[in-house]
């Protein structure tokens, strides 16, 4: 688990080591343990390490014997070990025990196709100095983050947004329309990002960047690929505990210690399950729960559930000051805009258990490879009414977080009159589905290419990658995700109840009882904390900030904010209007800015 970053320069001239420098040293909470550099004509690569396999050997950039391969990755190649023995068989003759090794000798075997070998949570630059070309690839799910900007004079690419900014000619310059979906959506998805220029690497694709800088996409995996199947119960049961054992299997494979976080769910509950039948022994666990609010909390069945399997387990009940508190950090961590409360008691979970820990396991992909959300099977009045109102989409994906009101008022003419629409990659996706997928189907499909990778897997690698921590999430294990989508809806949904599959197979492994409860998430008390004269502070210290001047109107805020203090809406408007604020500061006014883990978020704003 690492940070990359890097550039291809036009033919005839050469990197610029003070700037690759630059951006190497913004990726190093990402890669504490090491750090290095490659220069080769026109490319320049730089890498900070997080050691979790071949502790010792596997310094990065990492070359070829030949000297004519040269990569930098970041994540982890889960089956290294069964394609280390193939490449040998086939010749090659490894010099490290890095499975980051792999990728190198995969590629000189096979080019291209390596790409659908490889099993694991990736993203990596490799150059071919034969042919001077650099092939930019990012996992299936998009676990890990890789992103890039076309330049007059290069291509430039690194695994944050953050370590990008050194390379822009001047100010960066915000995408409208990705703002709007944004403060609609809590995240903009898609190949766009919120900076124009500055775009993601799609999850399952290559870019082939040629020595004049054309590129060239390759697509490798692909949701879509998957066929609906006829299968019984006792035949799903019996590949499902087949699936989950060889990818926890793979996924155990450290030389460092890892955790677990449990959230008292179903998902991390079945990690926990799992940890222990492969002789996890006495890990350590962490949950995060509150002090101070009525909300319902799971710190109760967490403990239940690690006392069980014998876990050493450290429960963390937060103050709402304690969570509000890493809003500025967590932007920072982020580098996207992207709202997903739940980011901040991770980010305090995820420095807690880097204190001890390199490695935690952690449950997100559950619901969205079976089905587990409410949303993915909704009542038929519903579905048809949302349909009918929001068309393109099969009534999925059609609220906005902005009331009409609100965003009527408070956005400015830049904002209103952006093209496009904001349910633009919900539409997108779900129109590339097939026709004979159920509805059901088409909206897991919808979410598995835009709120997990542009929200979930944002929340899931910076947060705690921003203390140097790995997150490893099986349940994204490509081969679960293609099972769960592939199986008939009976099997995921019974009595409007979801995930009933993964509840039947998990049950004679969990506590008895634990799936009697009902599903909560992982929800922060927002509306608690931002209430009385806190909004009004907000408020005021919005009315003057640099960026709501130039893209909201002011004069409209204290409206916002009496609709609030009143209990009238407006939370997440306010939310969102504080995160944009702090990130317009650290992103866009002053590059380079940091906060501490713990500040005041007003006063950044």
């Not at 990726?27 to 550099?37: K, M, N």
């Not at 109840?497 to 969990?510: I, N, S, V």
């Amino acid at each position: 688990m690492c940070g990359l970053a890097g550039m291809l320069m036009r033919p005839g001239l050469r990197p610029d080591p003070d700037q690759l420098r630059a951006m190497g040293a913004t990726l190093a909470h990402r890669g504490p343990d090491d750090h290095g550099s490659h220069y080769h004509g026109p490319l320049g690569l730089t890498q900070t390490r997080l050691s979790i396999i071949g502790l010792a050997t596997g310094h990065q950039p990492m070359l070829s014997a030949d000297g004519q391969l040269a990569l930098a990755a970041n994540g982890e190649v889960y089956n290294y070990l069964e394609l280390n023995d193939e490449l040998r068989r086939a010749g090659r003759h490894f010099l490290t025990d890095s499975d980051s090794e792999t990728i190198l000798h995969a590629y000189a075997v096979h080019g291209l196709d390596c790409l659908q070998r490889l099993r694991g949570m990736y993203a990596f630059a490799l150059h071919d100095a034969r042919s001077g070309q650099l092939l930019l690839g990012r996992d299936r799910l998009g676990i890990k983050p890789l992103f890039y900007v076309r330049l007059p004079d290069r291509i430039a690419f690194a695994s944050e947004i953050k370590a990008l900014l050194p390379c822009l000619p001047g100010r960066p310059e915000i995408d409208p329309g990705a703002l709007r979906r944004f403060l609609q959506h809590q995240f903009a998805g898609g190949e766009e990002t919120v900076l124009q220029g500055i775009r993601r690497v799609l999850p399952g694709e290559a870019l082939i960047v040629h020595p004049d800088l054309k590129i060239e996409h390759h697509r490798y995996w692909s949701p879509l690929n998957v066929t609906r199947r006829r299968i019984g119960h006792e035949e799903a049961q019996a590949e499902l505990d087949e699936l989950m054992h060889l990818a926890m299997r793979e996924h155990m494979r450290s030389d460092v210690p890892f955790g677990l976080f449990l959230s008292g769910g179903v998902d991390s509950a079945v990690l926990a399950a799992l940890l222990h039948a492969h002789g996890a022994g006495r890990i350590r666990s962490f949950s995060v729960g509150y002090r101070g609010t009525a909300m319902a909390q799971e710190l109760d069945e967490a403990a239940r559930v690690a006392d069980h399997f014998g876990f050493d387990h450290q429960p963390l009940e937060l103050s709402l000051e304690q969570v509000f508190a890493r809003i500025p950090h967590s932007i920072w961590a982020a580098d996207e805009l992207m709202r997903d409360y739940a980011s901040l008691p991770t980010s305090i979970l995820a420095q807690t258990a880097a204190a001890e820990l390199k490695v935690v396991f952690s449950g997100e992909g559950g619901d969205e490879a079976f089905a587990g959300y409410r949303r993915y099977h909704p009542r038929p009045l519903e579905r048809w009414f949302k349909a009918l109102l929001h068309p393109g989409s099969g009534g999925f994906r059609t609220r906005g977080q902005w009331s009409r009101h609100w965003s009527q008022r408070v956005f400015g003419s830049t904002l209103r009159g952006a093209p496009g629409t904001d349910r633009a990659p919900f539409l997108a996706a779900w129109a590339a589905t097939p026709s004979r997928w159920s509805a059901m189907q088409r909206r897991q499909y919808t979410d598995l290419v835009t709120s997990l990778p542009d929200n979930l897997m944002v929340k899931t690698d910076r947060m705690l990658m921003a203390f140097g921590l790995e997150g490893r999430v099986p349940f994204l294990d490509h081969r679960i995700v293609e099972f769960g989508l592939s199986l008939p809806d009976r099997l995921k949904v019974r009595r409007h109840h979801g995930k009933w599959l993964l509840r039947q197979w998990a049950e004679p492994l969990l506590p008895p009882g634990h799936l009697d409860r009902p599903k909560r998430g992982f929800h922060v008390p927002v509306g608690d904390w931002l209430t009385g004269a806190l909004a009004q502070r907000l408020g005021e210290r919005l009315a003057a900030n640099q960026g709501i001047r130039e893209w909201f109107e002011p004069d409209a805020l204290p409206a916002l904010v009496a609709a609030r203090r009143a209990g009238r809406g407006g939370a997440r408007e306010l939310f969102g209007l504080m995160q944009f604020a702090i990130w317009h500061r650290i992103f866009i006014e002053q590059p380079g800015l940091k906060p501490a883990p713990d500040e005041d978020p007003l006063e950044w704003v």
